[in-house]
Structure formats: structure tokens, C-alpha cells
């Protein structure tokens, strides 16, 4: 049973995390993922994670090298519903102690369409090192569009990295 509020669509049954929707009997339910442009939580944790660096030009970090990898989707409850692929381009290599820039791409790739988000970023550990996440604590990126259901799709996501799990909560409007 659908049940729509504000342009948004409910389905009822689904598990909910993340905001909260009036139904048609004044209920009060979560917003899911599976509800399209809305507040809601993804997660992914370090086993579910391939990363490839690779190397143009000079040998080591150096402008136009990149980074690119994936990881697998989850709800706050551990269920997988699809996959993050991203890149990295460096834009600055680290000197010194100095932190690199990097501009981030990537694509959540869910079973009714994928959302895009894009920022740039100084990393918080070498670009080069695959075996650990390059990107800061926490950051937002900007959610710049999106297919299927997340079609025209804006706003943001907050990122925060917890030891190996990473958090993901978008809150994201669609025209």
C-alpha cells in the first residue's frame, strides 16, 4: 500500500530509518532510502571495501594520479541494499606534512536509482594508501543528481567515519 504525503511516497512494510512522515492516519513513520529524495542513513564498514590506486606519471602522488574503489551499501540494520563507486583525483599532491586535495566522485548505486555527489577535499591521510580512508572524520559533499528515483536529485550528505564503519546521511530534494 502507498500512502503519499508531500510528494512523497510511502511504502508500507518497509523497515524505516532516518526522518520521519505523516501517513493518512496522522502516524508517524521513518523515511528509507527506498522513499527517494528525503533525510535517511546509509551505512558501510571496512570488509566491504576494494580500492585500487593509480599511478600517472612520476612515481608516487603526483597530480592526475587517482584512487577508485567501491564499497557495499547498508541500512542502519546491516541489510545490503547496493554499492558506492567513487573516485578520486588528485588535484595537489602532499608535500611534506602538508595534507593532499583530492576531488571526490561517487555514485550510490541503489535498486531504484543512483545518487551522485561530488566535493573536493584534503585528505586525511595519503591518497596513495589504499589500506586506509583518505578522507577527513567527517565532511559534506554535495549531492549534485541522481537517476530513476533520485532524478534531479539536490542537497547534501554528511559523512562521518567511525574506526571502519563510514555513515552516510543524505537529505536530499528532488525538483
Known amino acids: 500500500m502507498f500512502i503519499s504525503r508531500r510528494g512523497v511516497s510511502?511504502?508500507?512494510?518497509?523497515?524505516?530509518?532516518g526522518a520521519t512522515l505523516r501517513n493518512g492516519t496522522g502516524q508517524l513513520q521513518a523515511a528509507t532510502y527506498a522513499d527517494g529524495c528525503s533525510v535517511f542513513e546509509l551505512r558501510s564498514t571496512g570488509e566491504d571495501r576494494k580500492v585500487t590506486y593509480i599511478d600517472v606519471g612520476a612515481k608516487g602522488e603526483s597530480h592526475g594520479d587517482g584512487r577508485i574503489g567501491f564499497r557495499t551499501l547498508r541500512t542502519p540494520?546491516?541489510?545490503a541494499v547496493g554499492t558506492m563507486r567513487w573516485i578520486v583525483t588528485i588535484l595537489e599532491p602532499a608535500q611534506g606534512q602538508e595534507q593532499g586535495v583530492g576531488l571526490h566522485e561517487a555514485f550510490?548505486?541503489?535498486a531504484?536509482?543512483?545518487i551522485t555527489t561530488r566535493h573536493v577535499y584534503s585528505a586525511g591521510s595519503p591518497i596513495s594508501d589504499t589500506t586506509r580512508v583518505s578522507i577527513p572524520a567527517s565532511l559534506e559533499r554535495e549531492v549534485v543528481g541522481g537517476t530513476g528515483l533520485y532524478l534531479g536529485a539536490r542537497g547534501v550528505q554528511k559523512v562521518m567515519v567511525d574506526g571502519k564503519r563510514t555513515h552516510y546521511?543524505?537529505?536530499i530534494k528532488c525538483p
Open 77 to 79: 540494520d546491516g541489510e
Open 169 to 171: 546521511t543524505f537529505d
Open 10 to 17: 510511502v511504502l508500507m512494510g518497509t523497515a524505516f530509518v
Open 108 to 110: 550510490f548505486v541503489l
Open 112 to 114: 531504484k536509482g543512483t
